[in-house]
């Protein structure tokens, strides 16, 4: 009975932790705290108290958490943002995105050199951690939002673009600590390569998975989310073994797949977001518990994080984004937004936690100092988000998303549906035609199928377009 009573409080502070965690967002929203935040502290708190906490989880444990969380939060931010939305401000989220980040890491590497006296090389493993935004934190701020204009969509196409490239250049960093002898060339190296591989695996991943999405006929409904999440694994797996970014695979699949029709996508994308939530909460909870926080008072870390973190947000983070933003067609107040949302998170810490790994000098050192830096950015930048939205008329509410529900429709004669192909009927973005019934028998439609008097369709719509389509089809389906 030992063991089941040990797993049995383990499942009790595993299920009370998330318990904790879902009522703390009531917490959040009285306090304009942004969630992640209050799990990061809470957790760091936590493990102080009860070292036993801490010791139960390790750096290696953290690291494959947060990977798994962070290939379900890219997928889902990139369904959201989708081609669309993402082709219309392109340009601003890869020149942020890329450029912005290697501008960033380099500053911020002559910042540590110069005011807190490490190395070039420590200083560009810091330089590097603290470059990307975090998609975790960006997609919990504005993820309930509508934006208006196109700094929304820059803010969350930079998060997710990003992260990639962050990585990538600190696996770069870290082979350069770890081989003196070497040059920055093989940082160059590292990136391109995983980039290209990236970009490429999830092109091709999203030209599969799409027709998949449309036609695989799985035994249950509630079996599509799940299978859909788990192509996003495969697509991970497979860019990681061919040495490519598999978070720029799985992003890139997620915005190309985003906009297009497919059956029970709305489920998908429910279902991505609540675990993408989850993952949320189970990464930065084992982060904080990573974490101790005694340890700031040793060789300063807390004043040096405090430092950098205020140089980071307030000086090398619009002198960067403010300069790539200058040729881009955007309102000063949109500017001036995006250039205070890089918001730090989970990937800065991860790539902390990628030094510690890989034992380079002082990374004990940079690991604190990224943590300093990410609980300042997500308390102070993550909480006057939407002040800052209403103070540079960056229109900011909170979206409202809609259930879906299946719908039979008879097609009655002389009905505005009868004659039309299924791609040209007005169904409405993400609305999905599952099947055509005509002379008794039940058929899987294409684009080009055309309706005709007497079908009885089937209909994944919103809930609430139900009496739209009605008078449109001509009324419900007998029986």
Known sequence: ????????????????????????????????????????????????????????????????????????????????????????????????????????????????HWLIGVSWIVAGIIGAALAPTDPAVMFSVLGDKEIGGRSGTVLEGESGANDPVGIALMIGMIELALHPGGSFAIVVKEFVIEMAVGLAIGWVAARVLLPLLRRAALPDATLHPLGALAAAGVIYGVTSVAHGSGFLAVFVAGILIGDERAPYKADIERFATSLASLAEVVVFVALGLTFDVSSLGRDHLWRDGIVLGLLLAFLVRPLVVG????????????????????????????????????????????????????ALSVLVQGSTMPLAARLLGVPMQPSESGHWQFERYAVGAGSRAAGLAVRDLPLGEGGWVQSVERDGVARRPRGSTVIEDGDVVLVLAPAGAAGTLERYFGGDAPG
Do not use: H, N
């Open 323 to 374: 300069t790539l933003l200058l040729p881009v067609r955007l309102r000063w107040g949109e500017r001036l937004f995006v250039m205070w949302g890089g918001l730090k998170g989970a990937v800065p810490i991860l790539l902390g936690a990628f030094a510690v790994l890989a034992g380079v000098d002082q990374a004990d050192r940079v690991y604190g100092i990224v943590f300093v830096v990410v």
């Open 1 to 112: 009975m030992t063991e089941a009573a040990d797993f049995g409080a383990i499942v009790l502070v595993v299920a009370g932790g998330f318990v904790l965690a879902l009522a703390s967002t009531k917490l959040t929203r009285i306090l304009r705290i942004p969630a992640p935040a209050l799990f990061l502290l809470v957790a760091a708190v936590a493990s102080d108290v009860w070292p036993r906490l801490g010791e139960a989880v390790s750096l290696m444990t953290v690291e494959r958490l947060a990977t798994v969380a962070l290939i379900v939060i890219l997928f889902d931010g990139g369904m959201r943002i989708g081609w669309k939305r993402m082709r219309s401000a392109a340009v601003p989220v890869l020149t942020v995105g890329v450029i912005g980040t290697f501008g960033t890491a380099a500053l911020m590497a002559v910042c540590a």
